[in-house]
């Protein structure tokens, strides 16, 4: 297959993939099949921003044994190279007034060894990827199977921002799974038991930013991560209508760091160390009740466990405005409990599709990125734990088929037809109890009791409106609407303004290789910021705080794709 899309501001968007199933043969006394993919993509844009480009090649490998029936095995290599440079954040009133403008780092510490100016200082990125996965499923009695999935991943960043990083990561692990179906009694009943150990070492170098050269170092940090994590699910059918599930996940978490620090510039000044340890189970209890043969209430409880990431660790100062006689500060994980009720479906021979789900998440020690004013430094950005927060919300989605031979003949043996899908969210996600952090030289309130968490949207619609023409034409307006702004800072004090984009998609299937389409995205050139750095920041304006990413304004673009 051969796919090729191209637009406004230098947009393209090529690939180029091959997969095939081969003959049959006799492989260790069995019938086995193999099967490959191979997909080489290469996309891009040279933005309508200021230092706003994007390069990337991504090439993809996937092969697939199956040995007689019970054996399969499957190889999946991926290695993928991405150039970006980042305009950065701008202010509310920046972003209004000329959207193109490149932006400066914000959340940083001023001194003279920062460059913030993301032209000047040539804010950018370059990652490769690197990932081999190999997964063996064995059936080996009816009922009884038996997975093991090892992978490894290489992984290079480096980032240019107020400072220079160059990271290296590895990660290498498994996952060992056995799955049994049978019977419980009379009761249908299946069980899953899982283990997965997880290993990982992470190498980064802080240097100055020398106006987007390499300067001197600053910093060095080594970490090394083990995670294990087993699990246990199982079901019980025990009516045809009704399943209950039941099971828990142990999590084990263990980090090592060591942080040198270098002061003056090149010169080791400091080394600290750290291990942190990380354990919890986490139990799950669910209900499945068919309410008829397409549709199903469900509805689960389960604990939820998520340590601080290592990045999270490091920092120069805990929320108290204090530097840590150690490599890492006190983060603790976040913890809590979900509640989720549902119900999906489909009617009308499939004509209608929906699925609605309620759910609350009552946490505790939810991680919050924010800043402490330091007097005679400036901002300095940290992680902090959230004492009770409460996450509330609603999904609902669907798919209707609402007329058919809108202008074909009504006796049409495959008939044109109108499809609407739409999808809303509506998220409440408070503050329960004030907040408290160490900034400007005293203690401040970060969040006060029933603010809103910043950076998501109350309400988020989007919908489509799709013809589809049996000779091949295909037309899909569609639009995506925040109706209200919402906050962007935990004082609740500064909103993404509300916006309402609207795009336009079409297309011709001449046969079944050939397809063109084109599309037309934001027609009413709305100015909007489509995503924000949300957090505790402090002092919040819209003249000077840094947080807003503009969207593109009006684009064109047209593509083709030919499969052999």
């Not at 697939?64 to 202010?91: C, K, M, W, Y």
């Not at 307006?477 to 916006?499: C, E, H, L, M, R």
């Amino acid at each position: 297959m051969l796919k090729a899309t191209g637009g406004s501001y230098d947009f393209y968007n090529t690939q180029i993939s091959s997969g095939a199933l081969l003959d049959p043969f006799s492989f260790a006394g069995e019938t086995a099949f193999a099967e490959y993919y191979v997909s080489l993509s290469a996309n891009g844009q040279h933005g309508y921003r200021t230092n706003n480009q994007h390069d990337s090649i991504r090439l993809l490998t996937n092969l697939t044994l199956q040995i007689g029936e019970r054996q399969h095995l499957q190889l999946f290599v991926a290695n993928t190279s991405i150039a970006t440079d980042n305009p950065g954040a701008l202010t509310k009133a920046q972003f209004e007034n000329n959207p193109k403008q490149a932006g400066a780092e914000p959340d940083i510490v001023v001194n003279p060894l920062t460059c913030i100016k993301a032209e000047d200082c040539r804010h950018a990125e370059y990652t490769q990827l690197h990932y081999v996965g190999l997964s063996y499923t064995n059936e080996f009695l009816t009922g009884h199977q038996v997975s093991i999935s090892p992978f490894y991943q290489y992984w290079l960043h480096d980032v240019s921002r107020a400072q220079k990083f160059l990271i290296i990561n590895q990660d290498y692990g498994a996952e060992i799974r056995y799955d049994l179906s049978g019977h419980v009694g009379m009761f249908p009943a299946a069980l899953r038991v899982g283990f997965s150990p997880r290993f990982g070492e992470s190498r980064t170098r802080v240097f100055v930013n020398d106006f987007g050269n390499r300067g001197p170092q600053l910093q060095q940090r080594f970490t090394q991560t083990i995670n294990l994590g087993a699990y246990l699910e199982g079901q019980l059918e025990v009516d045809p209508r009704l399943s209950l599930i039941a099971g828990g996940r142990l999590v084990h978490s263990r980090r090592e760091g060591t942080v040198t620090n270098f002061s003056p510039p090149d010169v080791a000044a400091q080394t600290l160390t750290a291990t942190r340890t990380f354990s919890a189970l986490s139990p799950k209890v669910g209900i499945l009740y068919k309410l008829t043969s397409t549709s199903q209430v469900f509805g689960n409880v389960s604990r939820v466990y998520e340590p601080p990431i290592n990045i999270q660790l490091i920092q120069a100062l805990d929320v108290n405005g204090v530097p840590p006689n150690q490599a890492f500060i006190d983060l603790d994980a976040q913890r809590g409990w979900q509640f989720e009720i549902g119900y999906r479906g489909k009617a009308w021979e499939g004509l209608f599709i929906w699925d609605i789900t309620a759910f609350d998440l009552e946490l505790r020690n939810e991680h919050l990125v924010t800043e402490l004013t330091v007097p005679g430094v400036g901002e300095v950005p940290t992680f902090a734990n959230a004492n009770k927060t409460r996450h509330t919300g609603v999904e609902v989605g669907g798919t209707l088929v609402f007329m058919r031979n809108v202008f074909t003949d009504l006796m049409a043996q495959s008939p044109d037809q109108l499809t609407f899908r739409s999808s809303y969210t509506w998220s409440r996600y408070k503050f329960l109890d004030d907040e408290f952090k160490f900034s400007g030289g005293r203690n401040v309130v970060d969040a006060k009791s029933g603010n809103t968490i910043p950076g998501v949207p109350e309400h988020w619609l989007s919908g489509e409106l799709r013809y589809e023409h049996p000779e091949g034409f295909w037309l899909a307006p569609n639009v995506q609407w925040s109706p209200f702004g919402y906050f962007i800072d935990f004082q609740n004090t500064v909103k993404n303004p509300a916006f309402f984009v609207v795009n336009l998609k079409t297309g011709w299937r001449f046969t079944d290789q050939l397809q063109i389409f084109l599309e037309g995205r934001n027609l009413t050139n709305q100015n909007y910021a489509g995503s924000v750095l949300a957090g505790g920041g402090n002092n919040a304006s819209p003249t000077g705080t840094q947080v807003f990413f503009p969207s593109w304004p009006l684009s064109v673009f047209a593509g083709m794709e030919f499969q052999l």
